[in-house]
């Protein structure tokens, strides 16, 4: 059976629990061909856990402030109290968040609404110009 490589970890100076960087000292052993043994390498890594857990509450905090975890929330009590709970529990939120479903279809009537009131807008300038031209002719 040829050699295996062995690693050990020698230490670590932290609990994950507290709230600062977490150093792991490991050692990595290679063993020759000849059955002899390489010196080992030792490799100390750094993971600053701190870090992490800020990004993290700092991005909670984020989704408080914008009124996500308050959505989310309601929404979920709802299809928790439902007394049928649907078949498809995702499709149930996305219909009930917001109306977030039947918004698109409004928007896309909105933004047709729009568009034509643009082109509205862009031919009554232009019939606006041709009566100015023709009062100034006219004034003269």
Not at 16 to 21: G, M, R, T, V
Not at 80 to 104: H, V
């Given at each position: ?91 149930y939120i996305r219909k009930n968040l917001g109306g977030i479903m039947d ?26 110009a041709k009566y100015e031209q023709k009062d100034e002719v006219q004034a003269?």
């Amino acid at each position: 059976m040829p050699p295996v490589a062995a690693i050990a970890v020698l230490g670590c100076d932290s609990p994950l629990s507290e709230q600062k960087p977490l150093r792991l000292q490991v050692e990595l052993v290679v063993p020759k061909q000849d059955s002899g043994y390489l010196a080992s390498a030792s490799l100390s890594l750094s993971i600053n856990i701190e870090s992490v857990t800020a990004k993290r509450e700092e991005f909670r905090k984020y989704l408080e402030r914008a009124g996500v975890m308050d959505a989310l929330t309601k929404i979920l009590v709802s299809l928790y109290e439902e007394t049928e709970k649907p078949a498809d529990a995702l499709e149930y939120i996305r219909k009930n968040l917001g109306g977030i479903m039947d918004s698109t279809s409004e928007i896309d009537i909105l933004k047709k609404e729009l568009e034509e009131a643009k082109a509205k807008i862009i031919e009554l300038q232009s019939k606006l110009a041709k009566y100015e031209q023709k009062d100034e002719v006219q004034a003269e």
